[in-house]
């Protein structure tokens, strides 16, 4: 049974349908995202499904039942932004979220599982961006929750501290917990991932686990090989429908290794080879026409 469902999600926005009758089944145990454009719904429908903002229609259910009372000790939430109150340390502020909890988890073991060991005495203020999402993170898991909501948990951050935060996300699901997150990073999705959601103008236009979306959407590979390769030789056959982009002649391939196989044959060198799978991108270009990175 999936830890969470909807049926008919709908939330209405000056008699627009922000989220359109969304049916979602999230296993347990996985980590599933939400994909889609600045817009898209993915904010409204997560605020939805945490009880924060109320659906104008439809059924959220929490291992088969409506979401009661509950509901919310099983679950933790990492907004996209959080105000902490000022001049507390990193201390100050683990031990005041702890109180609201009947049994919060482990303090120590939240503290190493989350990192927080160094910056314990720091003012929460004067915290990173990846040290912030941190302490967030752990604020998010204080009661041993079931089910966990990351709202665009890694936006803002520079390369290396986004990749730390996914390590985080990645142990947090070994530990058997499911995740719901938020994000229009395709590399953060396909990094992550067990499960994606694509929306677009409040529904969903696809979803499954993201290699297998990509298998059934992009038969084979995009290959780029540099013109000089083919300097005297005639096009071969099996690569007579590239086009020349730039300094290179591309071909999508159905069939990469044959395709590869009869160029070595014909003669033409694959120095300077390139070869390209599809992306999430390529997918949500396809299923709308339009680019995913809406900013
Ligand atoms: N309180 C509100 N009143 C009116 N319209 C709203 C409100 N909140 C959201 N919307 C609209 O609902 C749509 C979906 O917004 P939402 O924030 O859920 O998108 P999103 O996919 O999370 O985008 P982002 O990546 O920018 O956070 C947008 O068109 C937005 O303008």
């Not at 995009?222 to 071909?251: S, T, W, Y």
Request: proline fraction near 5%.
């Amino acid at each position: 049974m999936p830890i969470l469902s909807t049926r008919g999600l709908t939330k209405t926005y000056d008699g627009v349908n922000v989220v359109d009758k969304l049916d979602l089944d999230i296993p347990e145990g996985i980590c599933f995202g939400l994909l889609g454009p600045n817009g898209a719904g993915k904010t409204t429908t997560i605020e939805m499904l945490e009880g924060i903002l109320p659906p104008n229609a439809g059924t959220i259910l929490y291992r088969g039942e409506p979401v009661d009372k509950h509901f919310f000790q099983k679950v933790g939430i990492q907004f996209q932004h959080t105000a902490l109150p000022d001049f507390l340390k990193v201390n100050d502020v683990l031990n005041l979220f702890s109180r609201f909890y009947d049994q919060p988890m482990n303090r120590d073991e939240l503290i190493a599982w989350c990192n927080l060991e160094d910056i314990l005495e720091r003012d929460h203020r004067k915290l990173s961006g990846g040290q912030k999402q941190r302490l967030l993170l752990a604020l998010a898991l204080m009661n041993d929750p079931d089910l966990l909501f990351l709202d665009e948990p890694t936006t803002g951050l520079d390369p290396q501290a986004r990749r730390n935060f996914w390590e985080l996300v990645r142990s947090v699901r070994s530990r058997g917990k499911t995740i719901l997150l938020t994000t229009h990073y395709m590399d953060e999705a396909e990094q992550l991932c067990d499960e994606i959601a694509v929306l677009d103008k409040g529904t969903i236009l696809t979803q499954g686990a993201p290699r297998t979306l990509l298998n059934q959407h992009f038969k084979g590979a995009l290959i780029r090989i540099p013109v000089g390769n083919f300097a005297a030789k005639a096009i071969p056959p099996e690569f007579a429908g590239a086009e020349q982009k730039g300094d290179f002649m591309q071909l999508q391939a159905t069939q990469v290794d044959a395709t590869l196989s009869e160029l070595i044959a014909s003669g033409v060198s694959l120095n300077g080879l390139q070869v390209e799978s599809a992306t999430l991108d390529d997918l949500f270009l396809k299923l709308t026409g339009h680019e995913l990175r809406g900013e």
